[in-house]
């Protein structure tokens, strides 16, 4: 084998015991693993978020939710903070609307509306929700709990 061959296949070595390294954990001194929140455990990011219903009935007004630990005067905390953590994903904001231009049935879900603003997973919040069409009344009803569940109340689909 050449100085140069042998050279390469040094530095192959190398790179791959220092990925393997890394991927098992053990370039992390133990105590600092033992400090790090778990992915479960969101490290605190300040979640905070501020509803405010209108045009639901019962589930109209403005709560407050924290989350991590859940609370706040939301009549749903804990649970709505389950479902935003289920739906939230590392470098997609889980307010983000629909793309426009979807394909969404004419249907009217009422006359329900709500904003959510506030802060969640270290970002900024300011979101709109309506049941316009289709596609709104979707959008809403995957926020449920976080917003109120107008399909139990007989106010749309």
């Known amino acids: 084998m050449s100085q140069v061959n042998r050279s390469v296949s040094a530095r192959l070595l190398l790179a791959a015991g220092s990925l393997v390294a890394v991927a098992s954990g053990t370039v992390v001194p133990a105590a600092a693993q033992a400090q790090a929140p778990a992915i479960t455990e969101r490290a605190p990011f300040g979640d905070h978020l ?4 209108r045009g639901t009935g019962a589930g109209d007004g403005t709560h407050e939710l924290t989350c991590h630990p859940a609370g706040g005067d939301h009549p749903d905390a ?7 953590d289920g739906g939230t994903r590392w470098g997609r904001d889980v ?25 969640w997973a270290g970002r ?5 929700f309506d ?4 596609c709104a009344i979707a959008r809403w009803n995957r926020f449920v709990p976080l917003l109120p569940d107008v399909r139990a109340q007989g106010l749309g689909t």
């Open 50 to 53: 501020t509803v405010t219903v």
């Open 78 to 84: 804990a649970e709505a903070c389950a479902a935003l």
């Open 95 to 119: 307010f983000t609307p629909d793309a426009p231009g979807g394909l969404c049935t004419m249907q009217y879900g009422g006359p329900a509306t709500a904003r959510v603003t506030g802060t």
């Open 124 to 128: 900024p919040v300011d979101a709109r």
């Open 131 to 134: 049941r316009g069409d289709g």
